[in-house]
């Protein structure tokens, strides 16, 4: 009889040795999993900050175009059309409108703020 018990509470240990084994490398798996989203997710940010300092040089050469030629910073017909634009090209990868529309008038805004310095910089701040 104790060695029925014995082998019952052998085989139980290891059958909690397994189970356990089993869910921790379901929960590592889990993390792992997780760890890995992050890092895309960081190296996409990345992306996201390196395209924005990009477009923010072309902004401050357009600024510097529109001072030398005296145009107005803001051209409401041109972002609106943006604007427009990228609310498409968000629909095909299921953005919200919303979305769209909050990081294209930050982005306009920081443009706006940039063309206008360049402005005033030119015209010695008489614009």
Same mark, same amino acid.
């Given at each position: 009889?104790?060695? &029925?018990?014995?082998?019952?509470? /052998?085989?139980?240990?290891?059958?909690? #040795?397994? /189970?356990?084994?089993?869910? !921790? &490398? $379901?929960?590592?798996?889990? !993390?792992?999993? *997780?760890?890995?989203?992050?890092?895309?997710?960081?190296? *996409?940010?990345?992306?996201?900050?390196? *395209? *924005? #300092?990009?477009?923010?040089?072309?902004?401050?050469?357009?600024?510097?175009?529109?001072?030398?030629?005296?145009?107005? $910073?803001?051209?409401?017909?041109? /972002?609106?059309?943006?604007?427009?634009?990228?609310? $498409?090209? #968000?629909?095909?990868?299921?953005?919200?409108? !919303?979305?769209?529309?909050?990081?294209?008038?930050?982005?306009?805004?920081?443009?706006? !703020?940039?063309? &206008?310095?360049?402005?005033?910089?030119?015209?010695?701040?008489?614009?």
């Amino acid at each position: 009889m104790s060695t &029925n018990k014995s082998l019952t509470a /052998f085989i139980l240990t290891c059958c909690i #040795g397994i /189970f356990y084994t089993a869910s !921790t &490398n $379901a929960q590592a798996t889990k !993390t792992d999993s *997780l760890a890995m989203y992050r890092v895309q997710i960081d190296s *996409l940010d990345k992306q996201l900050i390196e *395209l *924005l #300092g990009k477009r923010m040089q072309v902004v401050e050469n357009v600024g510097r175009y529109k001072a030398v030629h005296n145009i107005p $910073a803001l051209q409401k017909s041109r /972002f609106d059309a943006i604007l427009q634009k990228n609310i $498409a090209m #968000g629909k095909q990868y299921n953005l919200s409108d !919303t979305l769209i529309v909050d990081v294209m008038n930050a982005i306009h805004k920081e443009s706006l !703020t940039k063309e &206008n310095a360049i402005a005033v910089e030119k015209t010695g701040g008489n614009r």
